[in-house]
């Protein structure tokens, strides 16, 4: 299965039961989100309720009915002068990672941020041992802006942290 079976579409909240799952798993099995406590479906809802009311795209990708990824722009930093600035955040469901279904969201996460007037998407990539978020970023444009050393501790390792800088106009 490619990306090609995928539905890229704006999230809903029946949508937020499987986003919880998936970010669960990623909560517990990895450092690539710094989160220890995996946020609940009612977090999610308010997540997505604050996104959209900012006109943010908080977007899903839907393959053979079910959610198997999801993708969103927020806040950058919450001081109002980065009010034009946006970090992504992409998470696929187990087994569905090498398909493109990551460059999907990716793309549609940077048009609709472009789609809303927004003018830098920025990319905090933890260093997980291997490079494919960093690539991903590249495809789309990305360049990396800098790297933060040991500013994450989490399942008993510190962990770095590349930044990578995209504009959207």
């Known amino acids: ?78 001081k109002p002068a980065y009010r034009h600035t946006v970090e992504d955040s992409i998470y696929l469901a187990p087994g569905h990672s090498g398909r493109g279904l990551g460059g999907a969201l990716l793309g549609a996460l940077i048009d609709g941020a472009t789609a809303a007037g927004l003018r830098r998407m920025i990319a905090v990539i933890a260093d997980a041992g291997d490079d494919r978020s960093i690539a991903l970023h590249r495809r789309h444009g990305f360049t990396e802006a800098g790297r933060l050393t040991e500013v994450g501790f989490k399942l008993g390792r510190w962990v770095d942290t590349t930044l990578m800088e995209r504009p959207l106009t």
């Open 1 to 78: 299965m490619t990306h090609s079976d995928a539905v890229i579409r704006a999230a809903v909240p029946a949508d937020l039961a499987a986003v919880t799952a998936i970010n669960a798993h990623y909560v517990a099995n990895t450092v690539i989100t710094f989160e220890e406590t995996p946020p609940t479906v009612a977090d999610w809802q308010a997540r997505l309720a604050d996104l959209t009311a900012r006109g943010f795209p908080f977007l899903v990708a839907e393959v053979g009915g079910e959610v198997a990824g999801y993708a969103y722009a927020g806040p950058w930093r919450p």
